[in-house]
């Protein structure tokens, strides 16, 4: 239905930054909402910041540090993460959710890509 790409993770220092990139395919135009999502080591997978028709949701921990956009010409999202702390280590995942009439709703997940901040 959706497959999804990750790209842009890396390893960088406390106070850098960093731009995380998700390129979708497949029934891309059925997609309502995007959204990047992490999970750390021992720790549930949570939820980072979302976008849909140009409203934006961050979690509390990120906020004024991150920015997500959409780009629907080139269906992809992007991070952009600002001020990293060590905290912020984990593998963040993109998401997309959808509905079709054909395929009923949907929500796919990249493969995940590594952020790592040190300290």
């Known amino acids: 239905q959706v497959q999804l790409v990750e790209s842009g993770g890396g390893l960088v220092q406390a106070g850098g930054s960093l731009r995380l990139s998700c390129a979708a395919s497949g029934i891309v135009f059925a997609i309502n909402t995007m959204g990047w999502y992490r999970q750390a080591p021992g720790k549930q997978r949570e939820l980072v910041a979302t976008?849909?028709?140009?409203?934006?949701n961050y979690a509390e921990s990120v906020k004024g540090r991150f920015t997500i956009s959409r780009d629907n010409a080139k269906s992809t999202v992007y991070l952009q993460m600002n001020s990293l702390k060590p905290e912020d280590t984990a593998v963040y995942y993109c998401?997309?959710?959808?509905?079709?009439?054909?395929?009923?709703?949907?929500?796919?997940w990249g493969q995940g890509t590594q952020v790592t901040v040190s300290s």
């Open positions: 998401n997309a959710e959808g509905k079709n009439t054909i395929y009923g709703p949907f929500s796919s």
């Open positions: 976008t849909r028709g140009g409203n934006t």
